[in-house]
């Protein structure tokens, strides 16, 4: 069970173009998802957390702005990455917890390879 | 501020002996502790956590440690099998508070067939 399915696995836009990434909750609820962005040989950067039903919270440093999060259903989250530039360039992977649960693990999607050229 | 840190970047192990990845956390708050394992091009995979009132916890070949007075926790692999080579991330948590994971930078285990 907790399986969470991200696509696309892999997109390559223009500059300038948007792109949508989904993340999907298959067998369980989730009131929050969590974006992450990973660059090479780092660690996961937490960019925001996405509520159900009401507006996303953002980390220090990450503009709300480029990185649009919509959280419509208990079961899907979205990040369009606006107006994307080659520094948007990254492996953007999502993740989600169960609701209600006290002591469970993050389960994470298959993540998203984004290359802007 | 790296909250939660592995200082080794990569362990190189024989089959069939024992992988030992470390990590450490600055932050005394923490009471929930994880380790990831993660392939290329691959969202990580939750492999066993801890919380803080425990000091071990153990399923299968892997067995997680917890010393908090060194805030220090610990993942053994026994025996190591080719296919755990992975970049495996320790992550720490607050329980109560819920939501923010903190990952350390992954350390690259290989282990030689």
């Known amino acids: 069970g907790a399986v969470v399915s991200q696509h696309p696995s892999r997109v390559i836009c223009k500059s300038g173009t948007s792109v949508k990434i989904e993340c999907r909750s298959l067998d369980f609820q989730a009131t929050t998802m969590f974006w992450y962005r990973q660059f090479p040989k780092q660690s996961l950067m937490l960019m925001a957390t996405s509520n159900e039903g009401s507006k996303a919270t953002y980390e220090q440093g990450v503009e709300k702005d480029k990185f649009l999060i919509n959280h419509a259903s208990l079961t899907l989250s979205t990040l369009t990455v606006t107006s994307a530039h080659p520094e948007d360039s990254s492996f953007y992977i999502c993740s989600a917890r169960i609701v209600g649960s006290y002591n469970s693990p993050l389960h994470f999607g298959n993540g998203t390879r984004l290359t802007v050229t | 501020d790296q909250q939660v840190k592995q200082n080794s970047p990569s362990l190189s192990v024989q089959e069939g002996r024992i992988s030992i990845l470390n990590c450490d956390y600055t932050?005394?708050?923490?009471?929930?502790f994880l380790w990831y394992k993660k392939y290329p091009a691959e969202g990580p995979t939750f492999l066993i956590s801890i919380s803080s009132i425990k000091d071990k916890n153990e399923d299968g070949r892997f067995t997680v440690f917890l010393n908090k007075s060194a805030k220090h926790l610990s993942l053994h692999i026994v025996p190591s099998q080719p296919g755990d080579s992975a970049v495996y991330f320790c992550?720490?948590?607050?329980?109560?508070?819920?939501?923010?994971?903190?990952f350390g930078t992954g350390t690259s285990l290989t282990v030689i067939p």
């Open positions: 932050n005394s708050m923490f009471d929930y």
């Open positions: 992550a720490a948590s607050y329980l109560t508070t819920g939501n923010q994971f903190y």
